[in-house]
């Protein structure tokens, strides 16, 4: 939950600035966003459990075409990111959770976009 209802555009912004991806795609059901879900990849799946657990906004990694041209209808914001640039902040979070619990225990994280925006 955010601290105040923020307009969908500049939510928006925030999430392509912080996860320092090249753009995103909305989905606009003209709403403030102020209680947020997240899907790191794929979210599609995901809708109506966000929608049931009272969210007005769900970031993820990929919705498609129809379910963000739907999202006025289904009545919550749609925010896609791209896979990659949720999949790897998840798995930065991780690897430090990881080394936290348990040191001694080797891991890597690999950097594997390979998808461009031109």
């Known amino acids: 939950t955010l601290d ?3 307009p ?4 928006a912004n925030q999430v392509k600035e912080r996860l320092r991806a090249p753009h995103l795609l909305v989905g606009d059901a003209h709403r403030p966003a102020l209680r947020v879900a997240l899907v790191g990849g794929a979210g599609k799946d995901s809708i109506a459990a966000a929608i049931a657990a009272g969210a007005d906004t769900l970031v993820s990694g990929e919705l498609g075409y129809h379910a ?4 006025e209808s ?3 914001n749609l925010v896609e990111a791209g896979h990659y640039f949720t999949e ?3 798995l930065t979070r991780f690897g430090a959770l990881l080394s936290e ?3 001694e225990l080797p ?3 690999y ?3 390979r998808i461009l925006s031109v």
Do not use: V
């Open 68 to 71: 963000l041209t739907d999202a």
């Open 4 to 6: 105040t209802p923020t």
């Open 74 to 76: 289904y009545g919550i």
């Open 101 to 103: 619990l348990a040191p």
């Open 107 to 109: 891991y890597e994280i």
């Open 8 to 11: 969908l555009a500049d939510f």
């Open 88 to 90: 790897q902040q998840i």
């Open 111 to 113: 950097d594997s976009n």
